[in-house]
């Protein structure tokens, strides 16, 4: 049985290497190698994990299967309107895909959202990421699309909202 538990700095490079192991086979195909690379680098630094879990400016989860982590999601009340919450990350490793852990830690993350008062849960997704269908099942729904700087690169992305 997987289990879910919060990250801790202890867990910063545990993040990092799940990132980079997810990403690489997830974003190949979307985004240059360049950008890829640049993007793991920016999103995914020891100190930007750090200060995220420090400053309780995300919520980081870890999903474990058999002891091992396997998926993580990190979640946080948006910063302009804190009666809505965003979901910014969540990755499963490509082995693990299909075996339901990515909606065990939607799940998951809606509980929290509730337990906070809040019933409003939003993320971003690539407009080119296949798993668009997959929020989808689970209740999201595109309420509009945004271009996102990031370095040189933009990020081409949806955002979906799911009422709690």
Same mark, same amino acid.
């Given at each position: 049985?997987?289990?879910?538990?919060?990250?801790?700095?202890?867990?910063?490079?545990?993040?990092?290497?799940?990132?980079?192991?997810?990403?690489?086979?997830?974003?190949?195909?979307?985004?240059?190698?360049?950008?890829?690379?640049?993007?793991? $680098?920016? !999103? %995914?630094?020891?100190? &930007?994990?750090?200060?995220?879990?420090?400053?309780?400016?995300?919520? +980081?989860?870890? *999903?474990?299967?058999?002891?091992?982590?396997?998926?993580?999601?990190?979640?946080?009340?948006?910063?302009?309107? $804190?009666? !809505? %919450?965003?979901?910014? &990350?969540?990755?499963?490793?490509?082995?693990?895909?299909?075996?339901? +852990?990515?909606? *065990?830690?939607?799940?998951?993350?809606?509980?929290?959202?509730?337990?906070?008062?809040?019933?409003?849960?939003?993320?971003?997704?690539?407009?080119?990421?296949?798993?668009?269908?997959?929020?989808?099942?689970?209740?999201?729904?595109?309420?509009?699309?945004?271009?996102?700087?990031?370095?040189?690169?933009?990020?081409?992305?949806?955002?979906?909202?799911?009422?709690?």
């Amino acid at each position: 049985m997987p289990l879910i538990r919060i990250a801790t700095v202890e867990d910063v490079e545990t993040i990092r290497q799940l990132a980079d192991a997810i990403w690489r086979p997830s974003y190949g195909p979307i985004l240059s190698q360049e950008q890829l690379n640049f993007m793991l $680098a920016e !999103i %995914y630094s020891t100190g &930007k994990i750090t200060s995220q879990i420090i400053n309780a400016e995300q919520i +980081y989860l870890l *999903l474990m299967e058999n002891g091992a982590p396997v998926a993580f999601a990190a979640y946080s009340p948006r910063e302009e309107n $804190a009666d !809505i %919450y965003k979901l910014h &990350k969540l990755y499963c490793l490509p082995s693990t895909q299909g075996k339901g +852990y990515g909606k *065990l830690l939607v799940d998951k993350v809606c509980t929290d959202v509730l337990a906070a008062g809040k019933n409003v849960l939003e993320l971003n997704v690539n407009r080119y990421n296949p798993s668009k269908h997959f929020y989808e099942k689970l209740g999201f729904a595109v309420i509009y699309q945004e271009d996102i700087p990031i370095g040189p690169y933009w990020m081409n992305d949806y955002v979906m909202r799911k009422l709690l």
